[in-house]
């Protein structure tokens, strides 16, 4: 909303852009699947677990259909604590929807209010 006319915001669950005529490149790209299933308070099952965690298996047709410039994701650090084999698919499948190899330098800056202990 910061660039008025010369940018176009897409807001939209990952499957209904996926489908969609809309254009094949953004500059970026963010994906937060709904994090219910993997959240330490998901204790019993859930009518909707089934998608849930389907919704991360988007990751790569999404990169591959938009060739952002950039991606983010976000989830819960239970997909790291209670769910390796998911969190190890969603890094396998952002890897190899990549478009680009080529060298890079990321930078992370933010405040974590949770505790690494356990990992």
Known sequence: MNHG???????MTAVD??????RNHVDHLHLSCPCQ????????DGKND????????????????????MHTQ???IGIVQ????FFAALINLIVSGESQHR?????????VSFSLNGL
């Open 5 to 11: 006319r010369t940018a176009a915001v897409y807001q």
């Open 17 to 22: 852009f996926y489908r969609s005529d809309s």
């Open 37 to 44: 299933y993997f959240s330490a308070a998901h204790t019993k």
């Open 50 to 69: 089934d998608d849930n965690r389907a919704a991360l298996f988007i990751t790569q047709l999404m990169l591959e259909k938009c060739k952002p410039r």
């Open 74 to 76: 976000e989830q819960t």
């Open 82 to 85: 209670r769910h390796p084999a």
């Open 103 to 111: 060298k890079r330098v990321i930078i992370f800056a933010f405040t």
